[in-house]
């Protein structure tokens, strides 16, 4: 059971586009959701996070946008870098459940140049 | 800068052998967790601990064991191997549970043959 769905599985952006990344979730208790990446041969770092009493959060080009009504949340990398390819993963938490992370499949984005 | 030490990275063992990973934290961290990652599945959780002496179970504990014996180590064996465990296992560590930055350590890549 998937209790994080993320799409795509993998996103080629040329280098100034905006990529686009897509989770949802089903667990309405989920009230902590991050985003990590992974550089290839790296471990998972996190990138970015919000917390649902807001609907956005940017961090320099990155964004996650939230809707809590229909469950869904995205990051938007802006002015997309060839540095900025990786493997990124959301993923939700509920403080009911132990707090314990639950992760989406992950998105393969290349940038190219 | 967090600190979270995997041995071995890279280990072959034969199917129905025992297998220890090992996990070491220099944060100070409450709670560890032993993630595996696998094209397709992103990172799921094994098991997870809350501090020395706890162990408690993840999403897809079932042929995994793990230990807390302090604060600093937690370990994941797998009493007997099978080929379906092949995959690449993070440690990870962080206080809050999954409501602050998780550290990963570099990764044990394991093959079951």
């Known amino acids: 059971q998937q209790q994080v769905r993320q799409s795509p599985q993998s996103l080629t952006v040329w280098e100034g586009e905006t990529a686009i990344l897509n989770c949802s979730y089903e667990d309405s208790t989920f009230d902590y959701f991050p985003w990590y990446h992974q550089f290839p041969g790296e471990s998972p770092a996190l990138l970015i996070a919000?917390?649902?009493?807001?609907n956005k959060k940017e961090d320099g080009r990155f964004t996650i946008f939230f809707n809590k009504r229909e469950k869904k949340f995205s990051l938007h990398i802006a002015d997309s870098q060839p540095g900025d390819s990786a493997t990124y993963f959301c993923?939700?938490?509920?403080?009911?459940?132990?707090?314990?992370?639950?992760f989406g499949i992950g998105t393969r984005v290349l940038v190219r140049p | 800068e967090a600190a979270v030490t995997q041995s071995p990275r890279n280990k072959v063992a034969v199917t129905g052998g025992k297998v220890t990973l090992s996990c070491n934290q220099t944060?100070?961290?409450?709670?560890m967790y032993w993630y595996r990652q696998d094209t397709g599945h992103g990172l799921r959780l094994i098991h997870y601990s809350y501090g020395a002496g706890s162990t408690e179970k993840g999403d897809i504990p079932d042929g995994y064991k793990a230990s807390r014996p302090s604060q600093e180590n937690f370990s994941l064996i797998l009493e007997l191997a099978t080929p379906s465990q092949t995959s690449v296992y993070f440690c990870a560590s962080g206080d809050l549970g999954g409501r602050d930055t998780l550290y990963f350590g570099a990764g044990t890549r394991l093959s079951v043959l």
């Open positions: 919000i917390r649902p009493v807001s």
């Open positions: 993923a939700a938490s509920s403080n009911s459940a132990g707090n314990k992370l639950t």
């Open positions: 944060n100070n961290h409450n709670n």
